[in-house]
């Protein structure tokens, strides 16, 4: 057991009561009967609220409010650790040191890990992270060309990044290119057979087929593997229609026709096969399937635009150019356009919104004209087969635009790239940890006394940051912490608690309200 220093008392002797008054964190107003009242309410020789007019506010007393909340609510929680003497709001002690009931009073750990692991998993990789310490690169001036790659890489980063948004934008816009479509319309004569041996007898046909293929230039054979699939003949177009002689055929077998459907199997062509043993002028309609679709402009507005057969955008983009070209636009209502006499006679109006340009335009949009090749059947001569070539422009994807697809979507370089940054950033960390030796030591080699003292109050603080410990374990360690003039004052916080907590169960177990 202590003993106590000479002069000095556990507790002081009774004195005067004082009137109740108020403090952070203690109940006001006048004592409640029954409960934590003068003197004779503790029994005798507990401790009393005594008059002290130089006693000091206690040291807890400045706290914020948050953290008076957070005491007051946790109070009850931490009672039950309390040690005789101690004030809610002190702080624990050192790991090491035990309460009463045998319990570590120290901070249970945090379910997601120590602080150190949560930072490494938190951590990321950052362009600073690769940059030598000016320390370094004082110490080894060779460095400056690894400085010299880093400004470099960024640059080519840059560059790349802006040359894939390009790309992107590229992408959303279509991207065709003019081919040459090469259409071979041949047909074959099948002349009437007699009653052979086979006992079979046939009348005099013709064969009429429909094929093409795309002609390669030197360019676009370079580009186009080998190996890639050719597209379908039928794949360019959105219908075909053959148109037979009427007289010959009547009206009901005179037309054959064919409509791309979204269950449609691509073929490489077309084959109608009719009897006949004359020549039969034919009309081939083949109606191209442009992608995106395009319309044929009025005349009147495809007069003054210069656009015949275009896409949307591109006849809205002409018209908005000829209105800026004109200067149509309102210089007060920005929104609206001033119709000119042209404009007035399409649109019918003489002042439009832009808004309502689309919704305009939608009955000047007609589908566009199909392609029409004037064909004759001829049975007659010494070949049986006979064949006819048409080649018409067709737009096809740009080969360019499968490259540029592949290099969006190629990630084995971003692996490689991602490797070789991984060891950059090891390698200059491996770099930041040997300054940080070589400084402890040169540090050391200078003033060893010093160096100690200071290593050993950072490896102090260290520590209590480490061990999540607050408050000063080496003031408490000490009995004088303890007769300080706040004490009085614990313990009667302290006991004034307990007998709170137990009126509380107390009234509880025998169902009394309070008033």
């Not at 120590?114 to 460095?143: F, Y």
Request: hydrophobic share 30%; with cysteine; proline share 9%.
């Amino acid at each position: 057991m202590m003993q106590q220093p000479h002069g000095q008392h556990r507790f002081p002797q009774p004195g005067p009561q004082v009137r109740p008054y108020q403090q952070p964190g203690y109940p006001g107003g006048p004592p409640r009967p029954g409960g934590y009242g003068p003197g004779p309410q503790m029994g005798p020789g507990g401790p009393r609220m005594m008059s002290h007019g130089g006693m000091p506010p206690h040291p807890y007393a400045a706290r914020s409010e948050k953290s008076k909340e957070s005491s007051a609510r946790d109070k009850t929680k931490d009672i039950g650790s309390m040690r005789p003497g101690m004030s809610p709001g002190m702080h624990p002690p050192p790991h090491g040191m035990q309460t009463p009931h045998g319990m570590d009073r120290k901070r249970p750990p945090d379910p997601r890990g120590t602080p150190q692991q949560m930072k490494q998993a938190k951590k990321k990789k950052k362009v600073a992270d690769k940059i030598l310490p000016q320390r370094v690169r004082d110490l080894v001036p060779e460095s400056q060309a690894y400085m010299d790659l880093l400004a470099f890489e960024r640059k080519l980063d840059a560059t790349i990044m802006r040359k894939r948004l390009d790309i992107q934008e590229a992408l959303k816009r279509p991207m065709k290119q003019k081919r040459k479509l090469r259409i071979f319309i041949s047909n074959t004569f099948y002349p009437a057979k007699s009653e052979g041996e086979d006992g079979d007898e046939t009348v005099a046909s013709w064969e009429l087929r429909v094929e093409g293929r795309l002609l390669e230039d030197a360019a676009s054979a370079k580009l186009n593997d080998s190996s890639k699939m050719k597209r379908k003949f039928s794949s360019f177009f959105k219908s075909l229609v053959i148109e037979l002689d009427k007289e010959l055929y009547g009206p009901d077998n005179h037309l054959v026709e064919w409509h791309r459907t979204p269950t449609t199997q691509e073929t490489d062509g077309f084959q109608v096969k009719r009897p006949g043993d004359q020549n039969v002028k034919c009309t081939v309609l083949l109606m191209l399937d442009y992608q995106p679709p395009q319309f044929k402009l009025d005349s009147r507005l495809a007069r003054i635009l210069g656009v015949h057969t275009q896409t949307r955008s591109v006849i809205i983009n002409a018209l908005w150019q000829y209105i800026k070209t004109h200067r149509l636009q309102d210089h007060h209502e920005r929104e609206y356009i001033n119709c000119d006499k042209y404009l007035e006679q399409i649109f019918e109006c003489k002042r439009m919104k832009f808004a309502e340009i689309p919704g305009k335009l939608h009955g000047l949009l007609m589908p566009p004209d199909p392609i029409v090749i004037n064909h004759v059947i001829t049975v007659e001569g010494p070949d049986a087969r006979k064949t006819a070539c048409y080649d018409i422009d067709v737009e096809v994807d740009d080969t360019l635009k499968q490259q540029m697809n592949s290099f969006l979507l190629s990630t084995a370089s971003q692996h490689e790239i991602g490797s070789l940054d991984s060891k950059i950033h090891e390698t200059v960390e491996t770099i930041n940890q040997l300054k940080t030796n070589r400084e402890f030591f040169l540090s050391f080699a200078k003033n060893p006394q010093e160096f100690i003292n200071n290593w050993l109050i950072s490896q102090s603080r260290d520590l209590k940051t480490m061990t999540d410990v607050v408050g000063n374990p080496e003031e408490e360690r000490r009995a004088d912490y303890y007769y300080q003039p706040w004490s009085q004052e614990a313990v009667c916080r302290y006991f004034y608690s307990k007998v709170q907590q137990r009126r509380m169960e107390l009234e509880q177990a025998l169902g009394i309200r309070n008033s």
